[in-house]
Structure formats: structure tokens, C-alpha cells
């Protein structure tokens, strides 16, 4: 009860502490949950609209953009307006956004929708925070606060990518937009008979936001992503339109930087960058994120040479759950014991990723097996968990409180868009150049003079006609058969050296985070919380 006593809900006088606290958790869930796309149904939607696996991801990314472009804005918009307003209208956005997303067979209205789901995601996540913080942590210790709050939200989105897949294999890909609108609707109903009414007029200083340099920012940023998630599609740079995007994005940048560097209300503080932890910081979370990103590599072996289906295939992100559960764990009693150096929890965290990739480079086979790949993705989750708790308690050590919010956008920019999109079409491109480089390497001794080569190819012809196929309809039955053989040892080799060298580059990076003087000191100082909390 005491604890009930400490959470930070505007709840009207006859309402109980318990209740408020239910209200807030019932507010939280749909928040955390919400995305404008959903990868665990990307194969389903891609077939239904008629549309790329790319473009999912796409709005996928320009969720996060949203996020972020949304934070620099909420110092000008939260004093003006209560916290009841901002949730009803942003929970109510987000409901009327995501039926869009069920209706439309544009894929831009769809990326558009993403977008400002995530916009509004910014606004609600910060109201939640200051709601649930006091009930998590009374003390205001960002690092005990970090630890109950991150694994909740990481959680949320590997259930809901399973809980996609099993809505759309079940029923349709639309129902997870509907699932998550009647949470939604069922928090506005929470919101309206829980939250007290305060007579305080809206006026939004539309004069002290930047909205020009918002939309620089926006644009840089989903043009970046463009060029990232496309590139392969389009072969990079023989497409005008990514050719186009190469060059008009390091200009929007420039203004950008231009204009916060002119402007009396800048939308960004610039001195963020100035703090040589936030850098350290945010290069960590782009290597953390790019390590963790290798999970497509799983998926291509998970669906095509295990034959998982989808739902197996997102139901292996769940054993990531306990790994941040751990992982929170050890960052709770870590920062509140601070027995040991900084550098040793980060090479701890980084060692989680060599196990990791180790374990898939030696169990990766023809004839492994869907168990394998538990220890794995609980590995990856506790390294995600622990790198992403310390280093966000890091970033802000030395930094101005005042420009903490802004940290917020510099963080999900790097973590949550940039890293993952980048992350993702490297792993996608360097395993399609090996998968044909390796068929190229083995088609050239598949010939009937092979032993091995003639047996499985004269096997399948047997096959074939005992089934009553023709002598030519058995000979192309027998030569697909054979491709898909090739294609698939070409995958292996193709993964077997892609995580070969991944499992070098973590053991490299573990090696040296041991050693690298994050603090002068043995002992870290404990970071109160600021509204950043992201």
C-alpha cells in the first residue's frame, strides 16, 4: 500500500490508490504495445496488399521516427496542457490512425499513419513515465527505475510480434489493429471515469516550436531509412530515387544542424554532443543494436532450412523475455551494490553476445533442431537488457538536466531507427551475396560425374516418375529439387560466415570494453531521473 501511495496518477479524490494504479497500467499496456506495422505478420500483409516485405518494415522504422521527433516537442506542449488531455487525445489518435491502417491498400498512407502513431506514442510514453516512476522507483534512481521499466517495454514488443503472428495464422492480419484499438478504447474509458477534471485552458505555443526543423529532421531521418531498407530491392544505386535520397539527405542534415545552430528557440540543443559520455554512449547502443539485429539471421534459417512457420518462428522472441528479466536483475543490484567497475558489467553484457553467436556458429546444421535456438535468444535478451540499462544510465552522468529530453531524441534516433535499419539491410545483404557466391562455388562441381550429385538427382527422377510423371516433368521435379538443395547449403555457408565473423567482432569488442576507463572511479554515482525517461 505504500508503494500504491508513491504513483503519480491525477486521479479524482474518491478514487482508490489501488484503482489509480490499475488505471495506469491499463493505460501503459495499448502504449507500449501500439506500432503502425507489425513485423510478426509481415509475410501475410506483404501477400494480402500486394506489397513489399520492405515497405512493412518501412513503417515499421517511421514508428520510431515519430518517437523521436516528438520528444524535443514535449517541454512546449506539457505545461499547457493537463495530463488527461494529452492521453485522450493521443490514445484517441492512435485508435482512429490504426483503424486507418486496417482500411487502406496504400502503403504510403500506411507509412504515413506510422509515422504519427509514433508521434503520438512520444506524447503518452513521457505521461506514462511520470505516472508509474514514483510506484517503481520512490527515490527517483534512474538505474532502479531503468530496471523494472525496461524489460516491460522491450517485453511488449516481442509478445506483440507473437501475438501478430498468431492473429494473423488464426484470423487475419487486421486483428492485431483491432486488438490493440480496444485496448486503446478501454483505456479512454479508464481515463474518463478515473482521471479528475481540471479546468486549465489549452493553448499550444505554436510560435515556440520549431516545426520546421521538426520536419528536417523527419525527413532526414526517413529518407536515411529509405536508403537503408530499400537499397537492396532497388540494387542501391542504380535506382534514381535512392540515388536522389543519397544526395538530398546529408543536405537536410546540414540545415538542420545549420538551423539549431541560428535559431533563438532551437528545436534541438546541440550540447548534447558535446558530452563525450553521451557519445560513448550512443556508439555502444549502435553496436548493442547492431549485434542484436543478427535475429534475421535466425529467422532465415528458422523458415527455411528448419521449416518453422511463422508463429514458431516470432515465438522463439519470447525466450528473449527471461534474458531481460535476468539481465534487469543484475543492472538493479549492479548500480545499487556498485561494487565493481563500470567496464566490467558492459564486457559482461557484450560476452552475453559472443556466447550468443557462438552457440549458433557450432549449432547452426542442416539437422538442427527448433530447441537449439532457446539459449540463444535468452543470451541475446539478457545482453540487450543489460547494455541498454547501463549505457542509458551513462549517457546522462555528466549531462545539464536541462538537456536531458533532448538526450531522448538523440537515443531512440540512434537506437530504435537508425542502428536497426541499418543493421538489417547490412545482415540482408551481406547473407544474399554469400548464399550466391557459395551456389556459385558449389553448382560448379554438381555434374553427373559427381557421385553424391548423381545419386540425389537420380533419386528425385525415381521418385518423380513412380509418381506418374512424364520423363520431362520428372527431370524438372528432380532439377528443382536439386536447386532447393543447393540454395539451401548455400544459406548455411552463407550464416555460418556471416556469424563467424560477428562472433570475432563481439569477442573483440567484450575483449576491449574490459579495459576502456568509462569511470575514473570504482564506484558509478547514481543518476536521479530526469524527463527523458525514454
Given at each position: 500500500?505504500?508503494?500504491?501511495?508513491?504513483?503519480?496518477?491525477p486521479?479524482?479524490?474518491?478514487?482508490?490508490?489501488?484503482?489509480?494504479?490499475?488505471?495506469?497500467?491499463?493505460?501503459?499496456?495499448?502504449?507500449?504495445?501500439?506500432?503502425?506495422?507489425?513485423?510478426?505478420?509481415?509475410?501475410?500483409?506483404?501477400?494480402?496488399?500486394?506489397?513489399?516485405?520492405?515497405?512493412?518494415?518501412?513503417?515499421?522504422?517511421?514508428?520510431?521516427?515519430?518517437?523521436?521527433?516528438?520528444?524535443?516537442?514535449?517541454?512546449?506542449?506539457?505545461?499547457?496542457?493537463?495530463?488527461?488531455?494529452?492521453?485522450?487525445?493521443?490514445?484517441?489518435?492512435?485508435?482512429?490512425?490504426?483503424?486507418?491502417?486496417?482500411?487502406?491498400?496504400?502503403?504510403d498512407?500506411?507509412?504515413?499513419?506510422?509515422?504519427?502513431?509514433?508521434?503520438?506514442?512520444?506524447?503518452?510514453?513521457?505521461?506514462?513515465?511520470?505516472?508509474?516512476?514514483?510506484?517503481?522507483?520512490?527515490?527517483?534512481?534512474?538505474?532502479?527505475?531503468?530496471?523494472?521499466?525496461?524489460?516491460?517495454?522491450?517485453?511488449?514488443?516481442?509478445?506483440?510480434?507473437?501475438?501478430?503472428?498468431?492473429?494473423?495464422?488464426?484470423?487475419?492480419?487486421?486483428?492485431?489493429?483491432?486488438?490493440?484499438?480496444?485496448?486503446?478504447?478501454?483505456?479512454?474509458?479508464?481515463?474518463?471515469?478515473?482521471?479528475?477534471?481540471?479546468?486549465?485552458?489549452?493553448?499550444?505555443?505554436?510560435?515556440?516550436?520549431?516545426?520546421?526543423?521538426?520536419?528536417?529532421?523527419?525527413?532526414?531521418?526517413?529518407?536515411?531509412?529509405?536508403?537503408?531498407?530499400?537499397?537492396?530491392?532497388?540494387?542501391?544505386?542504380?535506382?534514381?530515387?535512392?540515388?536522389?535520397?543519397?544526395?538530398?539527405t546529408?543536405?537536410?542534415?546540414?540545415?538542420?544542424?545549420?538551423?539549431?545552430?541560428?535559431?533563438?528557440?532551437?528545436?534541438?540543443?546541440?550540447?548534447?554532443?558535446?558530452?563525450?559520455?553521451?557519445?560513448?554512449?550512443?556508439?555502444?547502443?549502435?553496436?548493442?543494436?547492431?549485434?542484436a539485429?543478427?535475429?534475421?539471421?535466425?529467422?532465415?534459417?528458422?523458415?527455411?532450412?528448419?521449416?518453422?512457420?511463422?508463429?514458431?518462428?516470432?515465438?522463439?522472441?519470447?525466450?528473449m523475455?527471461?534474458?531481460?528479466?535476468?539481465?534487469?536483475?543484475?543492472?538493479?543490484?549492479?548500480?545499487?551494490?556498485?561494487?565493481?567497475?563500470?567496464?566490467?558489467?558492459?564486457?559482461?553484457?557484450?560476452?552475453?553476445?559472443?556466447?550468443?553467436?557462438?552457440?549458433?556458429?557450432?549449432?547452426?546444421?542442416?539437422?538442427?533442431?527448433?530447441e537449439?535456438?532457446?539459449?540463444?535468444?535468452?543470451?541475446?535478451?539478457?545482453?540487450?537488457?543489460?547494455?541498454?540499462?547501463?549505457?542509458?544510465?551513462?549517457?546522462?552522468?555528466?549531462?545539464?538536466?536541462?538537456?536531458?529530453?533532448?538526450?531522448?531524441?538523440?537515443?531512440?534516433?540512434?537506437?530504435?531507427?537508425?542502428?536497426?535499419?541499418?543493421?538489417?539491410?547490412?545482415?540482408n545483404?551481406?547473407?544474399?551475396?554469400?548464399?550466391?557466391?557459395?551456389?556459385?562455388?558449389?553448382?560448379?562441381?554438381?555434374?553427373?560425374?559427381?557421385?553424391?550429385?548423381?545419386?540425389?538427382?537420380?533419386?528425385?527422377?525415381?521418385?518423380?516418375?513412380?509418381?506418374?510423371?512424364?520423363?520431362?516433368?520428372?527431370?524438372?521435379?528432380a532439377?528443382?529439387?536439386?536447386?532447393?538443395?543447393?540454395?539451401?547449403?548455400?544459406?548455411?555457408?552463407?550464416?555460418k560466415?556471416?556469424?563467424?565473423?560477428?562472433?570475432?567482432?563481439?569477442?573483440?569488442?567484450?575483449?576491449?570494453?574490459?579495459?576502456?576507463?568509462f569511470?575514473?572511479t570504482?564506484?558509478?554515482?547514481?543518476?536521479?531521473?530526469?524527463?527523458?525517461?525514454?
Amino acid at each position: 500500500m505504500v508503494k500504491l501511495q508513491a504513483i503519480n496518477v491525477p486521479i479524482r479524490p474518491w478514487v482508490p490508490h489501488w484503482l489509480g494504479f490499475i488505471t495506469a497500467m491499463v493505460v501503459m499496456l495499448p502504449v507500449v504495445l501500439i506500432n503502425g506495422a507489425y513485423t510478426g505478420d509481415i509475410t501475410e500483409v506483404s501477400g494480402t496488399l500486394g506489397v513489399l516485405s520492405e515497405d512493412i518494415r518501412m513503417a515499421y522504422y517511421a514508428t520510431s521516427v515519430g518517437m523521436a521527433v516528438a520528444y524535443p516537442l514535449i517541454p512546449k506542449i506539457r505545461p499547457v496542457v493537463t495530463t488527461k488531455t494529452v492521453l485522450l487525445v493521443d490514445l484517441l489518435m492512435q485508435a482512429i490512425l490504426s483503424l486507418i491502417c486496417t482500411k487502406v491498400n496504400q502503403i504510403d498512407i500506411v507509412i504515413a499513419c506510422s509515422f504519427f502513431i509514433g508521434f503520438f506514442k512520444g506524447f503518452a510514453m513521457m505521461e506514462i513515465i511520470f505516472m508509474i516512476r514514483p510506484f517503481f522507483s520512490p527515490n527517483n534512481v534512474r538505474s532502479e527505475f531503468y530496471s523494472y521499466f525496461y524489460p516491460i517495454v522491450f517485453s511488449a514488443g516481442q509478445i506483440s510480434m507473437a501475438l501478430t503472428a498468431q492473429l494473423a495464422y488464426y484470423y487475419q492480419w487486421q486483428h492485431m489493429y483491432y486488438f490493440v484499438v480496444i485496448l486503446l478504447l478501454l483505456a479512454i474509458v479508464f481515463v474518463l471515469a478515473f482521471f479528475r477534471y481540471a479546468r486549465t485552458p489549452i493553448y499550444i505555443p505554436f510560435k515556440e516550436m520549431d516545426g520546421k526543423s521538426a520536419i528536417l529532421a523527419a525527413a532526414s531521418l526517413l529518407f536515411a531509412i529509405y536508403i537503408f531498407t530499400y537499397g537492396k530491392t532497388y540494387d542501391w544505386f542504380s535506382s534514381h530515387k535512392i540515388l536522389v535520397y543519397a544526395l538530398i539527405t546529408p543536405i537536410l542534415v546540414w540545415l538542420f544542424f545549420f538551423r539549431q545552430n541560428t535559431s533563438k528557440q532551437p528545436y534541438i540543443r546541440l550540447e548534447v554532443l558535446n558530452c563525450s559520455k553521451a557519445l560513448i554512449g550512443y556508439l555502444f547502443m549502435i553496436i548493442t543494436m547492431f549485434f542484436a539485429s543478427s535475429s534475421s539471421l535466425i529467422t532465415s534459417y528458422a523458415s527455411s532450412i528448419i521449416r518453422t512457420d511463422s508463429i514458431h518462428t516470432n515465438a522463439l522472441n519470447l525466450w528473449m523475455l527471461p534474458g531481460f528479466i535476468l539481465g534487469a536483475v543484475i543492472c538493479f543490484w549492479w548500480f545499487r551494490w556498485q561494487r565493481w567497475r563500470f567496464r566490467i558489467l558492459i564486457s559482461g553484457g557484450m560476452f552475453c553476445f559472443v556466447f550468443y553467436f557462438a552457440i549458433l556458429y557450432f549449432g547452426i546444421t542442416p539437422d538442427g533442431t527448433y530447441e537449439m535456438l532457446y539459449l540463444p535468444m535468452f543470451l541475446r535478451g539478457m545482453g540487450m537488457m543489460i547494455l541498454f540499462i547501463a549505457f542509458g544510465v551513462y549517457v546522462v552522468e555528466d549531462m545539464n538536466p536541462k538537456l536531458m529530453i533532448y538526450n531522448a531524441f538523440f537515443l531512440i534516433t540512434f537506437r530504435s531507427a537508425l542502428a536497426p535499419a541499418f543493421s538489417t539491410a547490412f545482415y540482408n545483404n551481406i547473407l544474399y551475396r554469400l548464399q550466391q557466391n557459395a551456389m556459385n562455388i558449389l553448382s560448379e562441381n554438381m555434374s553427373m560425374d559427381n557421385v553424391l550429385a548423381s545419386k540425389q538427382y537420380t533419386q528425385s527422377l525415381n521418385n518423380a516418375l513412380a509418381q506418374g510423371h512424364s520423363i520431362d516433368e520428372a527431370a524438372q521435379l528432380a532439377t528443382n529439387n536439386f536447386y532447393t538443395t543447393l540454395q539451401a547449403q548455400g544459406l548455411l555457408l552463407g550464416l555460418k560466415t556471416i556469424i563467424g565473423y560477428m562472433l570475432i567482432a563481439a569477442l573483440v569488442v567484450a575483449i576491449v570494453s574490459r579495459f576502456i576507463p568509462f569511470h575514473k572511479t570504482v564506484k558509478v554515482a547514481i543518476v536521479k531521473t530526469g524527463e527523458d525517461m525514454v
